[in-house]
């Protein structure tokens, strides 16, 4: 790999590889929900199931080879760091960005299941941060079935719904097959599964360089790997998510991208975070100390649970968004990156 070529390199060239890996993840990211999107569509897999799994876990797969890469690695406390660090990027910066500039109204029925499974895994997994201190096997088999279980139920009301229903009964067969073959002269087959493989590899090739040099850079500025990983790591492969957000602003359709993120903090979760813990089970990881007390139990969790809160609950109850939901939840991501450089 790139990065072990580059192990002993100077201060410059761990920042342009750290840089470098960014934008690997962030194409690699491009061309893998492009593939995956081409080879869905092919097949007739319904739209709607396209954005609810595969963009989904497309643009948090940076997050997986993150955090996996880093387990893998004994870095547990890039892994750690990286999913909450990731959740709150996700809300109180690219979320809220999208709020402030051009707030919309949502569906409710759309984001109960989404919301509910992510608060109830948010609760188990600071329960087991705080209680146990530690993230045994079986909590990132539990994490992952829970990732299971939501992927089926997603697939099932997709399939199930009166939208999907509609749209097969508009469609008669000579439309249908006219679509299908539209469809395979725009996107070869060979082509996406090229775009499916290149893109986990930059993402790989990404995520290897993102660790090892933001690590470099964290002990040659003194600065712990918690902070990094609650940052700059996390903001980098948060950068699929901000892309997807700002398309769908221009678009005129903000709404459709508050789901994707509510979606994107779950697989934090459950997904990037099961599959790093069952790699290689950690303790949490001990950073800075406020009050005698671990720094990411009395901070990074409840901001976490926190701006979580303020997106989603006040749209649940009036059913849209308010510019000043965007406002605070910016302040208090401005807040929270300052504090961690002055504590």
């Not at 960014?22 to 396209?50: N, S």
């Not at 709404?255 to 089970?281: E, K, M, Y």
Request: hydrophobic share 55%; proline share 4%; charged share 15%.
């Amino acid at each position: 790999m790139l990065s072990l070529i580059f192990k002993d390199g100077a201060m410059g060239d761990a920042i342009l590889l750290f840089i470098f890996g960014f934008i690997l993840l962030i194409k690699g990211g491009d061309w893998f929900v492009d593939g995956a999107t081409g080879i869905a569509k092919r097949f007739r897999i319904p739209d709607i199931l396209i954005g609810a799994t595969v963009v989904s876990i497309g643009t948090t797969l940076p997050e997986v080879m993150v955090s996996a890469t880093g387990a893998a690695s004994g870095q547990s406390a890039m892994a750690y760091g990286n999913a909450i660090g990731s959740i709150i990027c996700n809300t109180a910066l690219i979320a809220a960005i999208t709020i402030a500039i051009k707030p919309a109204s949502v569906e409710r029925k759309t984001l109960i299941i989404p919301v509910c499974f992510f608060f109830g895994s948010a609760i188990f997994y600071s329960l087991i941060a705080i209680v146990a201190q530690e993230f045994a096997r079986w909590v990132g088999i539990l994490l992952l079935a829970v990732f299971v279980i939501y992927m089926a139920f997603t697939i099932y009301k997709a399939f199930s719904s009166p939208e999907r229903k509609q749209s097969d009964e508009l469609l008669n067969p000579d439309e249908k097959q006219e679509e299908i073959n539209d469809e395979e002269k725009q996107s070869p087959l060979w082509k996406n599964l090229l775009f499916l493989l290149l893109g986990a590899g930059l993402i790989a090739v990404g995520a290897d360089l993102l660790v090892n040099k933001g690590t470099y850079i964290a002990k040659a500025w003194g600065v712990p790997e918690t902070v990094i990983a609650l940052t700059f790591v996390a903001l980098g492969t948060s950068l699929p998510e901000l892309v997807t957000a700002i398309t769908s602003l221009i678009k005129g359709r903000g709404a459709l991208s508050l789901g994707n993120l509510i979606g994107a903090n779950l697989f934090n979760l459950v997904l990037v975070s099961g599959i790093a813990v069952t790699i290689a089970p950690f303790s949490v990881p001990l950073g800075k100390l406020v009050g005698g007390l671990n720094a990411s139990l009395v901070i990074d969790i409840p901001v976490m649970l926190g701006v979580s809160a303020i997106l989603t609950i006040p749209t649940l109850i009036r059913g849209k968004l308010s510019k000043l939901q965007g406002y605070a939840l910016l302040a208090i991501y401005v807040a929270y990156v300052t504090m961690q450089f002055v504590l």
